[in-house]
């Protein structure tokens, strides 16, 4: 039995993962689960599945969460979170918590010598050299959820060192594949959460219609593979049916296909090294008829273009990118901000906020409150301009 730990349980990875716990009861133990603020959902995720310990990091809503439930400890805050998972005693911890503040929780985890299930790509984003390095010096693996870099872990795992030239992210392309930027300005938060072929979290999904998302996952797989930049591609695939690919240096060239159904990739990191079934749609291609490619459109889609920059310039710079961009989503989902001026904000951001080199955690700590006290600023000016 794996000793397993849920972070972000509420969310859409953290339910689908307790969905994937409870297919395999005899596989995992859980040792404990964790929120933000929605603590009605997570005690009863606590009673459902007899967890004694969880963690709220809004004190607020622990402290609800103790008055109302009794059958076990509620921790508080980060640094509630940050003791849960020191004080686990777990095999792997699922980090499905969203934005930057995953990265707390990813370096205790590892820094205890316990693997991670990585949902929270934001983890490598902001922290990649360091977290990597955490990594490598504790013993601790990093096995990927994220859809693409899941298919990207399962084909390089049998190939030897430097047979690798080139890694391939799929994108969907989100609801404005295709539009112009004049098209873009005046979109509505309702078009921008409807995603074509993937149901997620909120933020997730708005970063996958700036193309944000796509390249977050550069900057992770930069990191979890060690690959660089310029042998990283992107391709825009509508049906997200290929998750990834692998050109080898031979010519040949190895792709990862299925369903897109987040199941599939957090059943592949939770049961690792097994294999166990999940109860998706087999493949069936005649059916689908056909699959089609297309190149990026990085003048509408800028976010793409600035991940990429920022991950090519290192230092600070893609934890300015990371916390800038959470700002303005949160923003635009709020209604504060157009959808253009998600790319804007983080571009204004960049240009105030000198990137250094990373010499800690704190580093990245002040990067990040420094990046979101910019970008708060450069979203109140793109409010109030005529
Ligand atoms: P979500 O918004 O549905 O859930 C987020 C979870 O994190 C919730 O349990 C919430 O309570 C918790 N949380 C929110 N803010 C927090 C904070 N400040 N501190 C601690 N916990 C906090 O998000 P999601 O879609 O499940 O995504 C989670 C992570 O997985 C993200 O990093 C996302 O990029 C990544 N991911 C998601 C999908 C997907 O299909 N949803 C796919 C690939 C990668
Ligand atoms: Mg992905």
């Avoid at 004049?182 to 909120?202: F, S």
């Avoid at 889609?301 to 300015?320: M, N, Q, S, Y």
Wanted: proline residues 5%; hydrophobic residues 45%; charged residues 20%.
């Amino acid at each position: 039995m794996k000793r397993l730990l849920i972070l972000g349980a509420t969310g859409s990875i953290g339910t689908q993962a307790l969905d994937v716990v409870t297919r395999a009861p005899d596989a995992f133990e859980l040792v404990g689960l964790s929120a933000h603020s929605g603590w009605e959902a997570l005690v009863r995720q606590a009673q459902e599945h007899g967890i004694d310990r969880l963690a709220l990091t809004d004190p607020d809503a622990a402290a609800r969460a103790a008055e109302q439930w009794t059958d076990g400890e509620v921790l508080s805050g980060p640094e509630g979170l940050a003791r849960l998972v020191a004080e686990s005693g777990a095999d792997l911890v699922l980090n499905a918590v969203v934005g930057s503040a995953g990265l707390g929780p990813t370096i205790v985890a590892l820094s205890e010598g316990i693997d991670v299930a990585l949902a929270n790509k934001e983890s490598l984003v902001v922290g990649g050299e360091l977290v990597t390095a955490l990594s490598e010096a504790t013993g601790a693996h990093l096995i990927p959820v994220d859809s693409e870099h899941s298919a990207l872990h399962q084909l390089i795992l049998g190939e030897r060192q430097g047979t690798i030239d080139r890694l391939t992210l799929t994108a969907s392309g989100g609801p404005f594949r295709g539009r112009t930027r004049e098209e873009l300005a005046h979109v509505t938060v309702e078009q921008a959460l409807e995603h074509p072929t993937w149901a997620m979290g909120g933020k997730i999904t708005i970063d996958s219609a700036t193309l944000m998302n796509k390249g977050l996952e550069v900057i992770e797989a930069h990191h979890l593979f060690g690959t660089p930049y310029d042998q990283i591609d992107v391709v825009v695939h509508p049906q997200s049916i290929v998750h990834a690919l692998v050109a080898l240096c031979d010519g040949a060239t190895l792709a990862h296909l299925g369903h897109p159904d987040m199941r599939v990739p957090i059943a592949y990191a939770l049961h690792h090294p097994d294999r166990v079934d999940v109860p998706v749609p087999r493949l069936d291609l005649a059916r689908l008829g056909q699959l089609t490619f297309e190149a990026p459109d990085p003048d509408t889609f800028a976010c793409l273009r600035l991940a990429r920059e920022a991950g090519i310039a290192g230092g600070t710079a893609p934890c300015v990118l990371n916390a800038a961009n959470e700002v303005a989503v949160q923003a635009f989902l709020a209604g504060r901000l157009s959808f253009l001026g998600i790319a804007a904000t983080i571009e204004a951001t960049l240009e105030q906020v000198p990137g250094t080199r990373v010499h800690s955690f704190e580093t990245l700590y002040e990067a990040d409150a420094q990046a979101r006290a910019v970008a708060a600023d450069v979203v109140a000016q793109e409010a109030t301009a005529p």
